[in-house]
């Protein structure tokens, strides 16, 4: 999600603010679990934002850097959008039942709140409450799965030790409720949430979906277990448009001179094609599962979207969408 680099950064701010002898380019890689290029990146993002940053060498000559700690945050070095952005990610954070992600975040802003020099605080108020009433982020009424923050926190606990992890799961449709040993990998996050896990009792190697609202409760076990590192959960979910998996089938759309100009700004899989037509239409190829979802979507373009291949799309389209002008081709 896109505040998870801004939590980073803050993140390694505030432990080369903290650390006498500096962070290294290795301590960066254990903190956070990344390759040295990441940790590169990361680490050229702090001093980009912190100048005042000082490069030391330790007793095996490695470079390390650390934050002088001067009891307030240098004036300047933060912005009323760069508060703006932690809180208004928050908020939607919030509105999706993430809310332990958006008390951390809430947490690292009021920290750079209280850290401001007492002038720059009270300058920067009117503009930080003005620019979140323009963002607009007024929480939208509609139907939320509830997700149980201490469910979050013990799976992501989990994922971080290499535990396996033990869930008390209600079914979704039977509303059966039934227990299993599962090897967390990862969640997915969208209009609903999911943990991607592996069960060795019941599918070993095969990952499955499990949305955490139906999540009762889950225990953290003291058994370990050894992440499959072939598994990429990038890989994953481009296998499906949304979040059911499927097997993949090669898609192909169509859409109408009409919306040329919006398609042309959107991604709708990480291995799309996009082909202009020379009658200004647009035509999108890309290879994955979840048909289903992928009608409900294309609803939402109306007659403006021609569905070319595969038949299975084409003959779900015909059924869910029967009762609008939608244009169907064959492929």
């Known amino acids: 999600m896109r505040h998870e680099p801004a939590e980073r950064i803050l993140q390694l701010a505030c432990a080369m603010q903290g650390s006498r002898i ?59 959008e760069d508060i703006v952005d932690l809180e208004a990610t928050a908020r939607l954070l919030r509105q999706r039942n993430l809310r332990s992600r958006a008390d951390a975040l809430e947490g690292i802003a009021r920290k750079l709140r209280a850290a401001l020099p007492a002038s720059t605080r009270t300058r920067l108020a009117p503009d930080i409450e003005a620019l979140l009433e323009a963002e607009g982020l007024a929480t ?53 949430h999911y943990l991607v896990g592996m069960s060795p009792d019941r599918h070993p190697g095969d990952a499955r979906l499990f949305a955490l609202a139906n999540i009762m409760r889950v225990n953290c076990l003291d058994t370990t277990f050894r992440r499959d590192e072939t598994f990429s959960l990038q890989k994953f979910s481009e296998r499906s448009f949304g979040v059911f998996q499927e097997q993949p089938r090669d898609i192909v759309w169509k859409f109408s001179p009409a919306v040329a100009e919006a398609v042309a700004e959107y991604e709708f899989h990480p291995s799309q094609a996009m082909s202009k037509q020379k009658d200004g239409s647009i035509i999108v190829s890309f290879r994955a599962g979840g048909l289903l979802e992928m009608c409900w979507y294309l609803y939402t373009w109306g007659a403006n979207v021609e569905v070319l291949a595969p038949p299975e799309l084409v003959e779900l389209m015909k059924t869910a969408l029967s009762h609008r002008n939608f244009v169907v081709g064959s492929p």
């Open 140 to 192: 939208r009424p509609g139907p939320r799965p509830i997700i149980r923050a201490e469910v979050v926190d013990t799976i992501r606990l989990a994922i971080k030790q290499g535990s396996e992890i033990y869930l008390h799961y209600r079914s979704g449709h039977s509303r059966r409720a039934s227990g299993r040993r599962l090897q967390p990998y990862g969640f997915l996050l969208g209009k609903q």
């Open 22 to 80: 500096g962070i290294s380019l290795a301590d960066i890689e254990s903190q956070f679990g990344v390759g040295r290029r990441t940790a590169q990146r990361l680490r050229d993002a702090v001093l980009r934002v912190y100048p005042q940053a000082e490069e030391l060498t330790d007793d095996e000559r490695r470079p390390r850097w650390r934050i002088p700690t001067t009891g307030v945050v240098t004036p300047g070095a933060v912005a009323a």
